[in-house]
């Protein structure tokens, strides 16, 4: 028997409106793997990130990450996104703050911690991406790669047991996409759970568990990278791969 | 008299100044005082309006729509003069003083809102969401992520609308208020002589070129470094 899946997600359906965007989704992650989502724009693969940290409530379904049940309107939905880190597009660094500031924040009003400790824990993080010498730029002073390393610097310093990451590279000039995907392998190698949508597919051949096709909001086909990108069971898969590596 | 002699002795007559001098230096400490209460209650009322409506909370934000377009849509003096002969007839009596800075405290607070109400909505969502994610709550990230970043924006067009209603002090006077330009024109009626109208604008340059130029300066020690 395998262990509990460390996120648990079933029968994910999103509406927004009349748009039905998940059509019935269900996502198992285990513990220590790294799933890699991919899909045609639209399909739904950045609404079911979000669901699964509830920035995105779901309209129906349930779901559950390192066994605390997120929809539950008794859940501590601020204590639990403490174990659930996000990784976005446009890195969304808080500009008025430093590298640093932007690392302690929550490890100072979430966590409590005080100042001097947030800071030696932030100063931690900043050292696992590479970027212990930028604690004190603004992410105005920093490259696009350095901003997305801060990004991830601030969801690891709070030690989650998931890492989610949505386009991490899409806002990317190419030269600075290998900085990024190489702090990610790094993650991988301590053990991180991630799920992470991307269009790097050497990334996905090089460093994911399982690959998993999303079209129209349902999961289409799911399987180890070697399998899905060589030997698509699908037509929509087979296309969207076809027209992928063209690029 | 020359033309220019003239001139000199109804705006500058050297006399009627010094005779007036003490007048216009009580008006402008009265000045000074209600211009500072303004500022104070009418931006922090501003920015608890702008804060209660980012709570989202529907009937609550028709409510301070409406007070906010209510208090732009009517001429300052017009409040001043309700609330200062209106207000007798509802039992309540307030003096020129608490009427005027009540009237212009709630004008300044209509602007107030609307401008960090903007400076709130211009935060990108992603702000937002970046500090959701990370455990942090609405009032947190309000407070630490949001507003932050919204007063940079605000600080330029509250500074020149700050400026504007409290230029708007003058009103005062209408109301037998003995601000600067009450005193000024209780002067040129005593004396038959224009000047303390002089010694009033040299009195409101005093007060108000220096804010202007601290505004300006305001608005560049605040410029974004994007
Ligand atoms: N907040 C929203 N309101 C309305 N429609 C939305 C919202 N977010 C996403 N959508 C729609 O949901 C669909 C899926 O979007 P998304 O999950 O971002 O797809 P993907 O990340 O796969 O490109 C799209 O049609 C998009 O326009
Ligand atoms: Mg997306």
């Known amino acids: ?247 | 008299m020359t033309g220019w002699e003239r001139f000199t002795d109804s705006f500058f007559n050297a006399r009627v100044m010094a005779e007036y001098l003490p007048k216009i230096v009580d008006g402008f400490v009265l000045t000074v005082w209600l211009a500072l209460l303004i500022i104070v209650a009418g931006l922090a009322l501003g920015l608890l309006l702008a804060v209660l409506r980012a709570f989202g909370l529907r009937p609550l934000n028709w409510l301070i729509v409406f007070t906010v377009d209510l208090f732009r849509a009517l001429p300052p003096l017009v409040i001043i003069v309700l609330l200062f002969f209106g207000l007798p007839n509802a039992g309540i009596e307030l003096s020129g003083f608490v009427a005027s800075w009540l009237a212009l405290t709630l004008v300044l607070m209509a602007f107030a809102e609307e401008i960090f109400w903007a400076g709130i909505t211009s935060v990108p969502k992603g702000q937002w969401e970046a500090a959701r994610s990370t455990g942090l709550g609405f009032v947190q990230t309000l407070a630490f992520v949001v507003l932050p970043q919204a007063l940079r924006i605000t600080i330029p067009p509250l500074t020149n609308r700050t400026i504007a209603i409290t230029k708007g002090t003058a009103l005062a006077s209408v109301v037998a208020v003995q601000d600067i330009l009450g005193a000024a024109n209780a002067g040129v009626s005593f004396s038959f002589n224009p000047s303390p109208l002089t010694l009033g604008a040299i009195a409101y340059l005093i007060l108000f070129f220096p804010v202007v130029v601290l505004g300006r300066w305001i608005e560049t020690r605040f410029a974004w470094r994007r």
């Open chain 1, 1 to 247: 028997m395998s262990p509990a899946p460390i996120v648990d997600a079933r029968a994910i359906h999103k509406h927004f409106g009349h748009l039905h965007v998940l059509r019935g989704v269900d996502l198992q992650v285990a513990e220590k793997e790294l799933v890699f989502l991919i899909g045609p724009s639209g399909s739904g693969k950045s609404t079911l990130l979000r669901c699964l940290n509830r920035l995105e409530e779901p309209s129906a379904g349930s779901v559950t990450v390192d066994g605390i049940d997120m929809l539950d309107p008794r859940t501590d939905i601020n204590k639990a996104r403490q174990r659930i880190g996000m990784v976005f597009q446009s890195f969304n660094l808080y500009p008025h703050m430093t590298a640093l500031g932007n690392v302690a924040l929550a490890l100072r009003k979430v966590q409590g911690l005080p100042r001097a400790d947030a800071e030696a824990k932030a100063q931690a993080a900043l050292e696992r991406v590479h970027l212990a010498d930028r604690a004190d730029h603004y992410p105005a002073q920093l490259s696009g790669g350095q901003q997305q390393r801060v990004a991830i610097a601030r969801a690891i310093a709070l030690e989650p047991r998931v890492m989610l990451f949505d386009e991490p590279t899409s806002a990317l000039d190419p030269e600075l996409v290998g900085g990024v995907l190489a702090v990610m392998r790094e993650l991988r190698e301590d053990g991180m759970t991630m799920v992470v949508v991307s269009h790097e597919m050497g990334f996905a051949r090089a460093a994911a568990d399982r690959v998993v096709f999303m079209a129209d909001g349902l999961i289409v086909e799911t399987g180890p990278p070697g399998e899905i990108f060589a030997n698509p069971q699908h037509e929509r898969t087979r296309a969207f791969i076809s027209q992928i590596e063209r690029h």
